[in-house]
C-alpha cells in the first residue's frame, strides 16, 4: 500500500479525524431547560462556589490538550501550527482508541516561549491535562518548565517523556535477557534533543550506572556543552569526563541509545561496546544502524522505533495509560515517580516465560496495556502526594 497516497485520500473523506458527540440530549422542552438555561445555571452557581466542581460538573475531569507550534512535526520539521493539525487530531484519536481520554488539538499560532505559556495557562481551566506535541527543542524543555509553574494539572511533553517511559521499560527487560542490572550499565546516547534529554534522565531517576550523551560535537562536556540544558547535562553525566566522538563514547558501553540520524552508527562501533550489548537505534524511518547489522556486530537485543522490526518503541504504549492514571486522581503533575511506575508496569506485561530477544515490550494493540499502566500511575500519583482524590 501507498500509506501517504492512500492516507490523503482518506483525509479529504473523512474531512477531519474528530468530532463532537453531545453526552446530553435535547430531543424535548424539559431536556434543553436542564442541558441549557435556565437549569445550567444552578451547576455555575456550585463552581463558581468551589471551581474544583469543574471536574464533576463538566467534561473536564476527562479531557486533555494537545498542543503544538508545529515547529517539530514528526520527521517534516517546523511546518507550521496549521499543518501540525493531522498529526494533532491522530494524536487525539490515540488518546481516546486507547486511554478512552478525550482531547482536543490546539495549534498556536507563535514561536514564542511566553506567548505559548500565556496561552496555555489561560485555558487550563478547561483541561483537566496538557499533552504538549511536536515543539522543538530547547524551546520545548522552558515552556513545560514555565506552564508546570503556572498551572496546577499535568503538563506532559510526549516526544519527550513517553519515548523516555517506552525506552526505559524496554531497557528494563532487554537488561534481564543479558543478566546486568541498570546501576552497572554505561548508556551512550546519540542525540541530545528533547527525547534523548528525557530518556537520559528516566534513567538517572533510575539509578543508571553512568550515561554519555553525545551531540553533533561529540561528548557532551562542561567545556563543550553550549547552552544551558546541555550544561545540566554535563553537570549529571558523563562521571569519569570523557571526550571524543560518538565512536568514543560507544567503547565499552553496556547500552546504545540513538534518537539522533540514520546510519551514524557502524558494525565496528557495535562490536567495540561490552558483551551482551543493547542496542535502541530510534532514528525514523531510518535507524541509526539497521536491526540485521547490529545484531550481526554482536548487539544481543535491538530495538527501533520502527513497527516493521521487533521491539518498537512506541509512544502510543505510554501517553494514553499515564494521562487516564492521571485523570482518574485528578493529579496535579506526572511526575517521575508515575513515569517510572509506568515503565515497569509496561515492562511487566511481558511474562518471563515470553521475554526473548524479539519481545521485550508488549505489542500496541494489547489490552492489557492502558489499564495496567493507568492503575500503576495511578497509584505512584498516590503514593507520591500529587493525587488529589
Not at 481520554?101 to 516561549?113: E, F, G, N, Y
Not at 547535562?233 to 566522538?245: E, V
Not at 557502524?266 to 547490529?294: F, H
Not at 489499564?371 to 503514593?383: C, E, G, I, L, T
Request: aromatic content about 4%; proline content about 5%.
Amino acid at each position: 500500500m501507498d500509506y501517504a497516497q492512500e492516507s490523503l485520500r482518506l483525509h479529504y473523506a473523512w474531512k477531519g479525524k474528530l468530532e463532537i458527540t453531545p453526552r446530553a440530549t435535547v430531543n424535548t422542552k424539559e431536556e434543553l431547560s436542564l442541558a441549557y438555561t435556565p437549569g445550567v445555571a444552578q451547576p455555575c452557581l456550585e463552581i463558581q462556589r468551589d471551581p474544583d466542581l469543574s471536574y464533576a460538573l463538566t467534561r473536564r475531569w476527562n479531557t486533555v490538550a494537545v498542543v503544538t507550534d508545529g515547529t517539530a512535526v514528526l520527521g517534516l520539521g517546523d511546518i507550521g501550527p496549521e499543518a501540525g493539525m493531522p498529526v494533532m487530531e491522530g494524536k487525539c484519536v490515540l488518546f481516546k482508541a486507547f486511554g478512552d481520554v478525550d482531547a482536543i488539538p490546539l495549534c498556536v499560532r507563535s514561536k514564542d516561549v511566553d506567548e505559548i505559556v500565556d496561552c496555555i495557562a489561560l485555558l487550563a481551566g478547561s483541561f483537566g491535562g496538557v499533552n504538549l506535541e511536536d515543539i522543538s527543542a530547547p524551546r520545548c524543555f522552558e515552556i513545560e518548565r514555565k506552564l508546570k509553574a503556572k498551572t496546577d494539572i499535568p503538563i506532559f511533553h510526549d516526544d519527550q517523556h513517553g519515548t523516555a517511559v517506552v525506552c526505559l521499560a524496554a531497557v528494563t527487560n532487554a537488561l534481564k535477557i543479558v543478566g546486568k542490572k541498570l546501576a552497572d550499565c554505561t548508556v551512550a546516547f546519540s542525540g541530545a534533543g528533547a527525547a534523548g534529554v528525557s530518556i537520559a534522565k528516566l534513567l538517572l531517576a533510575s539509578g543508571v550506572g553512568d550515561i554519555l550523551m553525545v551531540d553533533r560535537h561529540g561528548i557532551i562536556t562542561s567545556e563543550n556543552a553550549p547552552d544551558a540544558s546541555k550544561q545540566e547535562l554535563a553537570r549529571i553525566t558523563n562521571k569519569n569526563k570523557r571526550s571524543g566522538s560518538l565512536a568514543d563514547a560507544l567503547v565499552g558501553a553496556d547500552i546504545f541509545i540513538g534518537v539522533s540520524a540514520p546510519g551514524i552508527v557502524s558494525q565496528d562501533m557495535v562490536r567495540s561496546m561490552a558483551k551482551g550489548a543493547i542496542v535502541m537505534a530510534m532514528s525514523n524511518p531510518t535507524p541509526e544502524i539497521m536491526p540485521d547489522l547490529a545484531l550481526a556486530a554482536g548487539a544481543a537485543v535491538v530495538g527501533t522505533g520502527r513497527s516493521d522490526f521487533p521491539n518498537q518503541i512506541n509512544n502510543v504504549l505510554a501517553f494514553p495509560g499515564i494521562f487516564r492514571g492521571a485523570l482518574d486522581v485528578r493529579a496535579s503533575d506526572i511526575n517521575d515517580d508515575m513515569k517510572i511506575a509506568a515503565a515497569y508496569a509496561l515492562a511487566g506485561l511481558v511474562s518471563d516465560a515470553d521475554l526473548n530477544a524479539e519481545y521485550i515490550l508488549p505489542h500496541a494493540f494489547d489490552e492489557r496495556v492502558g489499564p495496567s499502566v493507568a492503575k500503576a500511575v495511578a497509584q505512584a500519583a498516590r503514593d507520591s502526594g500529587v493525587a488529589r482524590i
